[in-house]
């Protein structure tokens, strides 16, 4: 592979994995904005009657907005989940949603996030990607049990929303037993807390040599 194409793949795969992981971010903004601009319009007006102060009046009309936006929300929750939410969002998601750029994506991120049932991270393990003995965080997708190959997604911190897929053999990756929500959240503090992962882990320990103990004096 060329070195242009090489370049050419990384800034696509830097640009998709930003994007990815501000679109959701954006979209809130954006929904936040236009909601509260919507709001304002009629409140300023109300609130101004009652208060000289035009700077308190603005903040009270965004206090209100938020907490009205909130409130919204907290009901659109709880009518997704009776049955017949369920069927409406349903049908919007798969008529009109599902249609829209990068919303599978988004959806899944935040599903894992949130702590949803469909996660598509199934283990949290240590993998030895160039057999140099470092290893580094990362999480089961997917198993090929027919070659003996491990599908891992590595994160790249404090950003575990972009990162690469790699296709491992079993014997370079380390299993562990520590929760998927609990290595994402070492993986945003840049590693802080990281040693439960190695406890919990099957990865083997560093060997101790004459030559080490001898560098460390």
Known sequence: MSLKRKFFNFSRTALLGGLVAILPLGIIVLLFRWVI???????????????????????LVYVIAVVAILTLFFFIGLFVRTQFGKLIFHHIEKTYLSKLPFYKTIREIVSQFMGGNRSFFSEVVLVDIFNTGTLMTGFVTDHQESNDYITVFVPTGPNPTSGNIYHLPKNKVFKSTTSIDFAIKTIISCGA??????????????EITNNSIEKEM
């Open 37 to 59: 601009k919507l709001i304002e319009g009629y409140l300023h007006p109300l609130v101004a009657l009652f208060e000289t102060n035009s700077r308190l009046a603005t903040i």
């Open 193 to 206: 807390g990281s040693n439960a992962i190695f406890e919990t882990s099957t990865a083997p320990q560093p």
